[in-house]
């Protein structure tokens, strides 16, 4: 069995990870660390754990030395060093957050205020998009797990910015996301009286999500892509919708557009392209790893709109973490996340 450790595993990502881990055949969780949990079994921070996983949280380090992969799932900032000790102990290493996402330092400096540690990592390093980056991520040591926002765009706008076939400027994209993509740290946004029986915008066209967007599409369009982001928060627990707009170069047939959408994703298993007429729907895709595309034209406007779903904790996050640990580790990648969707 592959052991691996979760470092930052009291957190909600932390807790995605523990959930489905407890039930992968191939591998066993090691380790579990938390500074302000240490020496507490997860099941007395997670009750729902109670007689199911009682694993006991503990330093990082003991976490990174019996670890065959970790999972680092803490705050932007944080996981260089940590990444950088595992890797020389020959660890893999997935991180959750945001410092193993950018190929430009420059970018990275300007949106999160942080430089690279150690250039070589950076350089070696993979974004863990599988449907892009799927034959990179089978031979990486350290990947960097998208963004939950970046991951609903990304995938609803790769079959069109690959064949060129919008205009990579004035993209839209008006997405929305429930409270669980903002932390388990209670902030103003997201306590109850404030989120509850409400719907705002927020972090308006100053996302972090927006340049990693734009750097991945443009990586694969070998343009400048640029787009507006408005991120919304629901009064929900979990689930991403993102509508995006987007300009088509020419004249289109959206059943042209479909058929490419279709054969685009025709051998990923966790991408589904909605028959047309359909609509895309978070309760769809709660509590799964999939990613539901519908596609709509505004023939009036000459507008192609894009909807898509994904659980911001499993495709947008802790689901595509250990479908990428899959991948590197040559497994199925539908082990452990091969259940249906919760459709109410």
Known sequence: MIQAGIIGGTGYVGAELIRLLSNHSK????????VQYNGKSISSIYPGFYGLQEIACESQQEVVEKSDLIFIALPSGLSQSIVENAVYKNKICIDMGADFRFKNEALYKKWYGKTFLKHKLHEQSVYGLPELNREHIRKAQVIG????????????????????????????????SGVTGSGKNLT??????????????????NHRHTPEIEETLSSVSKKNVKLTFIPHLLPINRGILSTIYATPKKAIDLERVHEKYREFYKNEYFVKVLPLGEVSKINNVRLSNYCHISLHYDEE????????????????????GIQNMNIVLGFSEKEGLAALPAVF
């Open 27 to 34: 591998v066993k969780i090691s380790g579990v660390s938390s």
């Open 188 to 205: 103003e946004s997201s306590h109850f009286v404030n989120c509850n029986e409400s719907f705002t915008a927020y972090k308006v066209a």
């Open 145 to 176: 797990n998208p963004g939950c926002y970046a991951t609903s765009v990304e995938l609803a706008l790769l079959p069109l910015i690959s064949e060129g076939l919008i205009e990579e400027e004035g993209i839209i994209a008006d997405c929305k």
């Open 301 to 320: 406007n000459n507008k192609l709109i894009i909807i898509s779903c994904l659980d911001n904790m499993m495709k947008g996050s802790a689901g595509q």
